[in-house]
């Protein structure tokens, strides 16, 4: 029989229902710290008993994402070179619905040992049951009714059960008496009197076992050393508990997270706003910047240390500095993580980054062939205003485009839009005489110009602020000699004076 490992195991084990949640997500990166930290093994298993959640394709796009974001498991599920979903290890199967034999087997070993026992009530009754203990205000449970029943008792209402094409479920019998305490490596000491405990189901009506049961099952045969979960399941770790103990087991170690809430301090939930890790990565969050964010939700290296690489945080990673208060997702630390990481992108890289978001934007055809150095310009110009990739489309759409615009945003400050007419028509003489090398350059554009302001005295602000609107249409952007410069690399001079001409013309 297997015994607990004397290696660091944990896993993550996610229902394939379509998308991964940030909460889910933050438990596996917790597993997965914590694994590689101790030199241990990161298990992925999927647990589908509840077959009316199941979606179609959900395990690749799970296995998908998990890959994007870096965390991929060493044992269980993965997805491989050719993006196909394959297992490794030696503890499989790594899906539930296929080891329903393991499972029918240890519930019939529960209830041959009076562990567990036929439970033959309707979902009326049981209806009835919580409506009656709701309205004397105490807790709804199972009142036992079916563990009295005798042998024959119990054979009658099976074949009742078989005539009519149906099974009975399978309750877990749960000790009348004493008190289980579950040690969490997190909460600490948490006491539980069994009288209060309910009678949980183990095996439903179609055969599939609910989740106590398989969780124990297969927490056990793989091995795993510590669980690591949300802290919604604490209430029911005494019962898997009493499981391990009927079944003769030594249980794994337990540490249970806060929970993630909203500033609003209600639970991070869709009717909020996004929720799925995939939301963010194609809102242009880098999975990095992701990475280092969910660590942080719940966990605190204590130290003034914000930036951290996935390696650093294995580094640093230990239970004991995760908070027992619930963790506040805060959209603007995000984007000020993401900020940095993008920062720290080569211009090339960021380009690279940026295109799918370019496409989508309906600023670039997908197979369209634009200068390279066109394109990196443009992304080393916004790197230190992107907060996500997403919002380069609303950012740079002038760089590719004519901008259209109101003509009264071409007059600077107390200036006229008449004052602003003459001083483009100046420029526009000066940049017909400035070579194209000087062009390429945005420094030495910006030279050319600051020296001419100089020469005739003209106000700085007077000559480059209808300059940039010309340029871009737009109040904030980079400066002109930044902008004429990469529009320049690629869309040439031409470009430049017909944009100059139409502020003119306006």
């Not at 952007?477 to 001079?493: H, R």
Request: proline content about 5%; aromatic content about 10%; hydrophobic content about 40%.
């Amino acid at each position: 029989m297997a015994q607990i490992s004397e290696k660091v195991r944990t896993r993550f084990a996610p229902s394939p229902t379509g998308f991964i949640h940030i909460g889910n997500f933050r438990t596996a990166l917790f597993a997965y710290l914590f694994a590689k930290h101790n030199n241990g093994v990161f298990v992925l298993r999927v647990e589908d008993t509840d077959q009316n959640r199941k979606v179609e394709g959900a395990i690749n796009v799970l296995l998908k994402t998990m890959q994007t974001m870096g965390v991929v498991a060493d044992e269980g599920y993965y997805l491989s070179e050719k993006n196909k979903v394959e297992d490794r290890g030696n503890f499989g199967p790594y899906l539930q619905s296929e080891r329903l034999d393991l499972y029918q087997k240890h519930i019939q070993d529960l209830v041959e040992k009076g562990s567990a026992y036929y439970c033959f009530c309707s979902e009326q009754r049981l209806e009835d049951l919580r409506k009656e203990q709701t309205a004397l205000k105490k807790p709804p449970m199972y009142d036992k009714l079916c563990r009295g029943l005798s042998t024959t008792e119990i054979a009658a209402k099976q074949e009742d059960f078989v005539a009519n094409g149906t099974r009975p479920v399978v309750r877990f019998a749960i000790p009348p008496e004493g008190v289980t305490t579950v040690q969490d490596l997190i909460f600490g000491n948490v006491e539980y009197e069994n009288k209060l405990l309910d009678d949980q189901v183990i095996l439903k009506s179609d055969g599939f076992p609910t989740y106590h049961l398989a969780v124990v099952v297969d927490d056990h045969y793989m091995q795993i050393t510590h669980v690591i979960r949300g802290d919604e399941w604490i209430p029911s770790t005494p019962k898997h508990l009493l499981l391990y103990k009927a079944f003769g087991w030594e249980p794994p170690a337990f540490a249970h997270v806060p929970l993630i809430l909203n500033p609003d301090k209600t639970k991070l939930s869709k009717r909020q706003g996004d929720v799925g890790v995939e939301d963010y990565l194609n809102k242009g969050y880098l999975p990095e910047a992701l990475i280092n964010f969910v660590a942080f939700l719940g966990w605190n290296p204590k130290t003034e240390q914000e930036i951290f690489s996935l390696a650093e945080l294995v580094a640093e990673f230990d239970l004991n500095k995760v908070n027992k208060s619930p963790a506040v997702f805060d959209i603007n630390k995000l984007d000020w993580i993401n900020s940095k990481y993008i920062r720290e992108k080569s211009n090339s890289e960021l380009a690279e980054l940026l295109m799918p978001y370019w496409v989508d934007a309906g600023l670039i055809k997908q197979d369209e062939k634009l200068a390279k150095e066109f394109l990196e310009d443009i992304a080393g110009l916004e790197k230190e205003r992107l907060k996500k990739l997403s919002e380069i489309g609303e950012r740079t759409g002038y760089f590719f485009a004519e901008p259209a615009f109101n003509p009264e945003l071409l007059a600077w400050k107390k200036s006229t839009l008449a004052d602003a007419r003459i001083k483009l028509s100046r420029v526009k003489d000066l940049l017909s005489t400035i070579p194209d090398e000087t062009f390429a350059n945005a420094k030495l554009l910006q030279d050319a110009l600051m020296a001419y302001i100089t020469e005739q005295g003209f106000d700085v602000g007077a000559v480059l602020w209808p300059l940039r609107v010309a340029l871009t249409g737009q109040q904030f952007s980079p400066g002109p000699a930044e902008v004429a410069s990469t529009i320049f690399v690629g869309l040439g001079k031409e470009e430049i004076i017909s944009r100059i001409d139409k502020a003119i013309s306006l």
